[in-house]
């Protein structure tokens, strides 16, 4: 069956606020029974499994995938192509959630929200996928300007946006 779970990037530059925002975003969401998943993109790579433990230890010897499981947990460290798709990362990754929150992405076809610090032109958007700008100062575009601190507005846009249940997500045509 394929997986239909919607996905809504957050896209701006580094130290715009997208994580705190996203942060406080999931935890609205998931007040709502919304289960989330999330998604970074990290442009200048990044590890999270630590030197000397079991997975790292697997990991250098060769192995291509490790997982590890806790009662209550899993971790997988897997070997990528450089141009996985968000797509791809849903469709082998993720499952059982309402909606996929993805922080980067910017030139995906999916539903995005610029976060900018100072002015607009900080990122381009191409496509229509447009649904909101955040932002503290005013800015001149089609689709709602939200305060950063207005999170109920987030999560109100992003509820209608994405309802729980819809078997049919947006999709967007470049």
Request: charged residues 25%; hydrophobic residues 40%.
């Amino acid at each position: 069956m394929k997986n239909t779970t919607p996905i809504l990037c957050f896209v701006g530059r580094s130290n715009s606020g997208k994580t705190t925002l996203i942060e406080r975003l999931i935890h609205s969401l998931t007040q709502s029974r919304y289960r989330i998943a999330a998604i970074k993109h990290a442009g200048h790579g990044f590890d999270l499994d630590t030197e000397g433990k079991d997975s790292w230890r697997h990991k250098r010897a060769g192995a291509r995938t490790v997982i590890v499981k806790s009662k209550t947990s899993l971790a997988l460290f897997s070997d990528i192509e450089d141009s996985v798709s968000l797509t791809t990362l849903r469709d082998q990754y993720i499952c059982n959630t309402d909606l996929i929150i993805a922080e980067g992405w910017k030139s995906e076809n999916y539903p995005k929200i610029v976060v900018v610090r100072d002015h607009f032109g900080e990122i381009d958007v191409k496509d229509n996928g447009l649904l909101a700008v955040v932002s503290r100062a005013p800015v001149d575009v089609a689709v709602p300007i939200i305060h950063p601190d207005d999170i109920p507005t987030l999560a109100s846009l992003v509820r209608e946006y994405f309802p729980i249940g819809d078997i049919h997500p947006p999709i967007l045509r470049k």
